[in-house]
C-alpha cells in the first residue's frame, strides 16, 4: 500500500515556518512509497502519469499530531468539569481508568475512541492507556487497524492511586511493562510504545529508576506530565525533597530527554542506538553518539514550569505538549507558549481528553491562539499572543516532528494529509484562502474531513 | 397556530432556580396557547387526551436567548481574529457593514444568518442589524418568516465610522429611525425594533438625545455596548467629558435602563405606557407607574466597569449581556460574572458574532464556565467559578427575561423548546441526565437539534 506513487490536487496549505505559511491553489502534491515527493503549481514531467486525485478547491493541509491525550478518559470526556486536577484525579478519573481491568468494557469504550479518533482531525498521537497491560495491548491492536500512527503506553503508577487503579510495587510495575514492550515487539507497523510514568505522585523513586533502566534497554521514548497544577507542583517537593524543580524529579531517573550520560544519575551505560527500536519507523532523531543518553520526552502542559526547568527543558530538547482546554477546564492557568516559542523549544499541542473534552486538533488550534489572548491580556503583555500561523505550526511540524519528519509537504516528510470540504461553512462574500483554513480553525467539526492520508495510506 | 394544545413527552430539564436545575425522565411539558402549562410525570386527566409527542429519551430544555449577536458580522465570523476591538471595528468590521447598502448583498448575506440561526439553538435574540433601514427591514422580514423571536436593531452612528459606514448627521440618524419605525409598525408578529446606537463613539450627544426623544415616544428598548475594551473605554471618556463613567454617557440621555424622570437628564415627561408598544407581546416588564422612566436597556460586555458604574446597573435593572467568546477573541478580557449573579444583576449569554465565531448558545455556555475558571485562576480567587446550572440560567431565564416570562418550563412561561438528540455522543457507559446536558455544553453541533418551538409554534 505504501508503495504507491499518486498526487493530489487541490488548494494546498502547509507551513513555510514558524511565523509564515504557503497557501497554493489548484496545486499538485506528490506522494512517493509513503513519502512527499513536493508541491507544484504544475505537475513535472517525470510524475504526468501519476494518478492524480482532484479535489477541487477542497483544502489539503498537513496531518496533525495530538501529542497528549488519554484514550481512556474519552468516554466520560465533556462531564465532571468542576474540579481541579488532584480532586478531579481521585473522584472521576482514577474510578473510571479502573474498570479498564475488565477487557470487555475496555473493547466497548476503546472501539468508540479509535473509531471518533480515526474520524477526527488527527493523524498522528501520543496517547496514555492504563496501568492494564491487556487493555492497552487491545487498545494498540485497535489504532494499528485504525490505519493512525500512534505512541502508545501502559501507564506505570504504584503509589497514590486507589485500590483498584494502582500496581502492586514498583518491580510489578517494571515487570508487567517489560511484559508488555515483549508481547508487542514486532506486532505493530505503525503503532510504537512510549514509557509512561503517570507523574510523579504516581510513582515511586524505585518504579522511575525501573523505568530509566527499562528506557535504555528498549529505546523507547516517554511521556508524562510537568508543572501543571500548584498543588501538584506542591505535592511533587513533598514527595521529592532531593529535586531541584519538578522536571528534575524526572531527570533524576534519565526520563527527560537527551543528555550526556554523566550527567544522569541513572545508573546506564550511554547508548547508540536509534531513539527506540519499536521506533526505528517512526523516525524520531537519532543523532546520538557514545556518552549521550537519548531519551526523547514528552511533557504535557508546562504551565507553571521555572525559569530552570525552562532551561533543562530546551537543553535537553524535552517536548511540550501544549493543552490549552485541558488547562482551562482544570483551571491550572495558561501557559507561556510565547516564551517558549521564542526560545526554540519543541511544543506541540495536545487535546489532553479528558482535561480536554474535545479531540478536535483545530479547536486545539483555536484554544491555543484565545488563551494566549487571555494571558496577554490579564498577566503579562510583554508575551504577545499566538498567531494562526503559529499555532498551525505547533500542531503539525511542531508535535510531528516527535515522529520524525512529519507535519509538511516538503520533499522527504512522510505523507500524512488531510481533506477538507468547508462549503457548508456558508459565507456572501470572496474570502481568501488564509481566510478559509482560519474560519476551519474556529468553525470545522468531523464533518469538514472527507479524507486522511498517513504515511500515505489512505485512511478515509 | 398558537391555539394549539398538546405535549412533548421525554428527559425533560430546565432551571429551578439560579444554582439548581430539574432532569425529569419520560415526564410531559405541555402548551396550551403558546404558553407552559406546566410539566409532569404523569399527564393530569384535564390533558389525557390531547396529542403528545414522544421523544423517547431525547433531552427537552427551554429554548436560549442570544442577547448580543451581529447579524451582518456572522459573514466573516472566524475570520480576522488578531485585532483588538478598536482596530478591528476599523479594519474589518466597518468596511464589511458598509456593503450592506446593496440590498442584493444583504438578502444574499442575512438568507444565510437567519438560516442557520433558525437551526442554531438559539429561540431567542437581541440583533444588530446596520445603519441601513432597508437592509434592517429586510433582516426583519426574514427573521420573521424563521419563527424565532427576535428583537433586531437599526444601528445608529453619525461619527468616527468611515466614509461608507456613517450617518449624514444627527438628525438624518433620528429621522431614519424614526422612519423605520413607522414602516414595521404592525408588520411583525413576533419581531421587534430595538434602539441600537452603537457605542458612544460612534453616536454623537446630540444623535443620543433625539433617541433618548424616541425612546420615549415609541417606547421602544434599548441595546448598546458598554465597557469592553480599555482603550474604548479612555475614548469614551475624551468624547464626553462631563460623564462619570462609561454608562453614564448613556444615562445622560435616558438611554440606560429604567429609573425615576426627575433623575434623568434626557426632557421627557415619564410615561406609564408598557416598555413598548412595538412590544407588547413580548412581555417585557411593565411595572411602570407615574415618574418612572422606563427603558429597558441591554449592555454588552461590562468587562471593565467600575463599582459606580456596576452600582447603576443595578439600580437601574440594566441587562448585561456577557459574551465571553468575544472578549477572548478581541482580547478585552473576562467579566466578573460571579459578581453580577451574587449582586443580583439581570445577566444573559451573547454569542456577540463576530466578536465571537460561534452561533452556538450551548458553546457560550461552556465559553462563561471556562472563562470564569481562568478568571478566577488568574485574576481572583474570591471569585469563584461559575457552575454548569448557573450558566444555564443565564442562558435560558437570564436573558429570556428581557422578553417576559421566557426561559422556563413553569406554568406560565412562554412555550420556547428544544428538543436535542445526543445518540451521537457516544459512551460506553450508563451516564446521569445531568451528565448528558454537561456533554451538550461541551460536545453539541447543529446536528443535535432535531426540533424547536417558540412561543408555541413548531420552528423545526
Redesign the interface.
Known amino acids: 500500500m505504501k508503495k504507491e506513487l499518486f498526487a493530489l490536487k487541490g488548494t494546498i496549505c502547509y507551513s513555510k515556518n514558524q511565523r509564515e505559511m504557503i497557501f497554493m491553489e489548484d496545486s499538485y502534491v506528490v506522494c512517493e512509497n509513503g513519502v512527499c515527493a513536493g508541491v507544484f503549481s504544475q505537475l513535472p514531467e517525470e510524475y504526468k502519469d501519476i494518478p492524480v486525485e482532484d479535489m477541487g478547491n477542497r483544502l489539503i493541509i498537513p496531518g496533525f499530531t495530538d501529542l497528549h491525550l488519554h484514550a481512556p478518559q474519552y ?8 474540579l481541579e486536577l488532584l480532586d478531579w484525579l481521585n473522584t472521576i478519573t482514577f474510578p ?1 481508568e479502573a ?1 479498564y481491568a475488565d477487557l470487555s ?1 475496555a473493547k ?2 476503546y472501539s ?1 475512541f479509535v473509531d ?1 479518533l480515526k474520524h477526527s482531525f488527527t493523524t498522528r498521537a501520543c496517547i496514555f492507556a492504563t496501568l492494564h497491560r491487556p487493555a492497552t495491548e487491545l487498545l494498540m491492536d485497535m489504532l494499528e487497524e485504525s490505519g493512525l500512527a500512534t505512541m502508545v503506553g501502559k501507564v506505570n503508577m504504584d503509589r497514590n492511586g486507589s485500590p483498584e487503579l494502582q500496581e502492586e510495587s514498583a518491580k510489578a510495575s517494571a515487570a508487567d511493562t517489560r511484559q508488555w514492550l515483549e508481547d508487542i515487539k514486532g506486532r505493530y507497523d505503525h503503532t510504537y510504545p512510549i514509557l509512561t510514568p503517570r507523574f510523579t505522585p504516581s510513582c515511586t523513586d524505585e518504579l522511575m529508576a525501573e523505568l530509566g533502566k527499562i528506557q535504555m534497554e528498549y529505546h523507547v521514548p516517554v511521556q508524562s506530565h510537568l508543572s501543571e497544577n500548584f498543588g501538584e507542583i506542591a505535592w511533587v517537593k513533598e514527595l521529592c525533597p532531593t529535586s531541584r524543580f519538578y522536571g528534575d524529579a524526572y531527570d533524576m531517573f534519565g526520563l527527560f530527554g537527551t543528555k550526556p550520560a554523566s550527567n544522569t544519575n541513572a545508573a546506564h551505560t550511554a547508548n547508540n542506538s536509534a531513539a527506540s527500536t519499536a521506533n526505528t519507523d517512526s523516525g524520531i532523531s537519532n543523532d546520538s553518539a557514545n556518552g549521550i543518553n537519548i531519551c526523547p520526552t514528552i511533557m504535557a502542559h508546562c504551565v507553571h514550569s521555572t525559569d530552570e526547568e525552562i532551561q533543562m527543558i530546551k537543553d535537553q530538547g524535552v517536548y511540550i505538549a501544549h493543552c490549552p482546554e485541558s488547562n ?2 482544570i ?4 501557559a507561556p507558549v510565547r516564551r517558549y516559542l521564542d526560545m526554540g523549544l519543541h511544543v506541540g499541542l495536545g487535546t489532553d481528553v479528558a482535561g480536554g ?2 479531540l478536535s486538533m483545530f479547536r486545539a488550534i483555536a484554544d491555543t ?3 494566549s ?7 503579562d503583555q510583554s508575551l504577545a ?1 499566538v ?2 500561523e503559529e499555532a498551525f505550526y505547533m500542531a503539525t511540524i511542531g508535535g510531528g516532528s516527535f515522529f520524525g519528519k512529519v507535519g509538511s509537504f516538503e520533499k522527504g516528510y512522510e505523507f500524512d494529509a488531510m481533506i477538507l470540504d468547508d462549503h457548508n ?5 470572496e ?1 481568501s484562502t488564509r ?1 478559509r483554513l ?2 476551519l ?3 470545522s ?1 468531523d464533518r469538514n474531513l472527507v479524507g486522511k492520508y498517513v504515511q500515505g495510506r489512505k485512511v478515509i
Not at 468516554?75 to 468542576?82: I, K, P, Q
Not at 483551571?331 to 495558561?334: H, M, Q, R, Y
Not at 461553512?425 to 462574500?429: A, C, D, L, M
Open positions: 468516554a466520560y470526556r465533556g462531564t465532571g468539569m468542576d473510571q474498570r468494557y466497548k469504550a468508540i471518533d482551562t477546564d483551571a491550572s492557568g495558561i473534552f474535545s491562539i484565545q488563551v489572548k487571555l494571558r496577554w491580556r490579564l498577566m499572543p498567531t494562526l461553512i456558508r459565507h456572501p462574500q474570502i481566510d482560519e474560519r480553525v474556529y468553525l467539526d
